[in-house]
């Protein structure tokens, strides 16, 4: 795709819903305005208030709280440093998931139907994918054109540029395509309050290091009306046999009860949860009143 003079030399003060994940105020944008990842790739971000500049990095945008640190190194937990390795970002598609179906997830396809359905009422808006892992989603709801932009979220390095990869080799993704890829960290989303319409995680919520901060998060950055969908791995074991043994040996797993997970949404505000299980695969669905 080739931009025109105008829009390319264009500066925008405009307000977005991408906010500084320092202090969560709006960030100010210069350059190409739009969801569009040439158009992020291109611009510049500045929060106002703490004066943190963020800017593209290998064709995503990295909105984490350590963007641009030199020095400071903060460790994470094992399955998040794991899900950051090139390893795991090449195999992912190519072996890794395709074992899910053992444990009752329907394959991609069918999942992606399933969310689809969930997010009638989200058509037309911005669409977060949270954990977006390899684009495996977040390709397929930006290819639909059901909305007016997708946000393709991860934490891991490796994991957005495989998705970049990917967006480069499919002839029917342009990059005119409503759909941008930003780094960050689930517990700290870099979105204003109540600027998302629909929020998706697939097989996430139990790689993440706290579920109760992500999906508190999710919670803020939903509109009033918005949907959040996740599936994950369910636990089947009483927590008193479980937990001990997962602490010890998974610290990064975060497996819990079709219990739990109602609770979980409950507790962070969010309604009307619904949810269907086959075997230890679980898609849920919970809207913010």
Known sequence: MVMAPSSLNESSAE????????????LTRV???????????????????????YSSKKNYLDLTVT???????EAKPIGTELFRSIIM???????????????????????????????????????VDVSCGSGLFAIRFAKSGTYSGVVALDFSENMLLQCYDYLMRDPDTPLATDLVLVRADASRLPFT???????HAGAALHCWP????????ITRVLRSGGIFVGTTFLRSSPSWIFKPLNERILPSGNYITEEEIEDLCTSCGLTNYTSKVEQSF???SAKKP
């Open 89 to 127: 970002s090449f195999i992912y598609e190519k072996g890794y998931r395709q074992c899910f179906k053992r444990y009752g997830f329907p394959g991609p396809d069918e999942e992606f139907k399933m969310a689809q359905d969930y997010f009638k009422s989200a058509e037309g808006g911005v669409l």
């Open 15 to 26: 307000v977005e819903l991408l906010s500084c994940p320092v202090c969560y105020e709006p």
């Open 210 to 217: 706290s579920p109760s901060n992500a999906v508190a998060e």
């Open 282 to 284: 679980i898609i849920f």
């Open 193 to 199: 309050s109540c600027s998302v319409d629909a929020v």
């Open 31 to 53: 350059g190409p305005p739009g969801l569009i990842l040439q158009a992020i790739c291109m611009s510049s971000f500045e929060c106002k208030k703490c004066y943190k500049s």
């Open 67 to 73: 963007a641009g640190l030199k020095k400071y190194v």
